[in-house]
């Protein structure tokens, strides 16, 4: 068995084959066992996912640039290097190649299919594959150089300097009308589409929930238990309120009890949904809440992945007629917001629900529409 397989027979204990194959590559025996030191302490999935994408695109980086292996722990001066490679004016390359990442390093990762397009990179996308080489230092206990003044200063200056406007993760705010029209698309005499009503519902009614909150959500975790149907008797009476406990969700553990609260129309669609899974499934089911389809609209065992979350309102609001490209499921959480804010919710009761820790960011939707309606604005007249 080679070097190759042997690594790729470890990272089938959590990763896909067909992406453990191509993983074991570009990771060695210690990058292996950090991973599955960190699949243990259950991070989220969405988590886990990005240190494995951010640890292989270092280790093919550190390859092309410097012809070796990722060393560990990384030095101040490789760091450095990283930030130059990644973080530079476009314009002054063209002009001068050894500014930036040379070509022959940019080409290659390019070929080897690491990256889609040649740097500069976003500055959002450099500064989180950072965290994530800090925090594999630190789950590998390694002193590092991360938090030397020299590497600060560069990537704070590399940042301000760049050229790039940041971009909300949904351009517009998925609010309550746009999610009716989205939600009109769908086929209720199917169970997909009995599924992806109520996934919508449950996301934004519950507080505008994330992606892979959503995706995370399981029957045993709703409270009180949705009543079962009777045959011949019809349905019970509706429960005025669920209660569903967060297992893992961005800066919320199991331990913190963090738990979400679904209310009135996105309650009779998530009981709905779920009668449908037991009629199918058997009344006894437990597991993912919003499952998988497999081929000809078979109820698959696991969650959806929180990509398909996205996927699902792109796809209604395409069926609507609406441009998708300018929403995303970010604007689920952002539209919650927004709403409550026109409607005269306070902050603090809104935070409670989207389970926002920040004021400041939970306030830059409240800010953004006081700014909007500043009678300010019309100084110079009407």
Not at 65 to 91: C, T, Y
Not at 135 to 154: I, Q
Request: with cysteine; aromatic share 6%.
């Amino acid at each position: 068995m080679t070097y190759e397989e042997d690594i790729a027979d470890d990272l089938v204990e959590f990763l896909p084959v067909d992406v453990a194959e191509r993983a074991a590559t570009a990771l060695s025996e210690s990058d292996v066992e950090t991973l599955k030191f960190l699949y243990k302490q259950s991070i989220p999935e969405n988590t886990l996912r990005a240190l494995r994408s951010d640890l292989t695109y270092l280790e093919r980086w550190h390859i092309a640039a410097m012809g070796q292996h990722l060393a560990w722990p990384a030095s101040e001066s490789v760091i450095l290097k990283f930030i130059a490679h990644h973080l530079f004016n476009r314009d002054e390359h063209l002009k001068d190649p050894a500014h930036g990442m040379p070509d022959e390093v940019a080409d290659r990762l390019i070929e080897e299919g690491a990256c889609a397009k040649r740097p500069p990179h976003a500055p959002s996308t450099v500064r989180r594959r950072i965290s994530s080489w800090k925090k594999l230092h630190d789950a590998k206990n390694f002193d590092h150089a991360f938090e030397e003044r020299a590497v600060r200063v560069a990537l704070k200056t590399a940042i301000k300097a760049s050229p790039r406007v940041r971009k909300k993760k949904s351009q517009k705010p998925v609010t309550v009308e746009v999610l009716k029209t989205a939600l009109k698309t769908l086929n209720l005499n199917s169970p997909r589409g009995r599924r992806d009503r109520a996934l919508l519902l449950v996301a934004f009614g519950s507080g505008g929930r994330r992606r892979s909150e959503v995706s995370d959500l399981r029957i045993e975790d709703v409270s009180p238990a949705i009543p079962s149907v009777a045959p011949g008797v019809g349905r019970p009476a509706p429960i005025d309120v669920y209660d569903i406990s967060l297992r893992r969700a961005k800066r919320i553990s199991a331990d913190d009890g963090e738990v979400i609260h679904v209310k009135g129309r996105a309650a009779r669609a998530l009981e709905d949904w779920v009668w449908i899974l037991r009629r199918i499934r058997g009344e006894d089911l437990e597991g993912p809440l919003f499952r998988r389809f497999h081929r000809y609209g078979v109820i698959g065992d696991r969650a959806i992945d929180p990509g398909e979350v996205n996927n699902i309102l792109k796809r209604c609001l395409a069926a609507a007629g609406l441009d998708a490209s300018q929403y995303s499921a970010h604007g689920i959480r952002s539209g919650f917001l927004s709403e409550a804010r026109n409607r005269g919710v306070p902050l603090e009761e809104a935070m409670r629900l989207t389970k926002h820790k920040s004021i400041q960011t939970a306030g830059e939707y409240y800010d953004l529409e006081d700014a909007r309606r500043s009678r300010a604005l019309t100084l110079l007249g009407r």
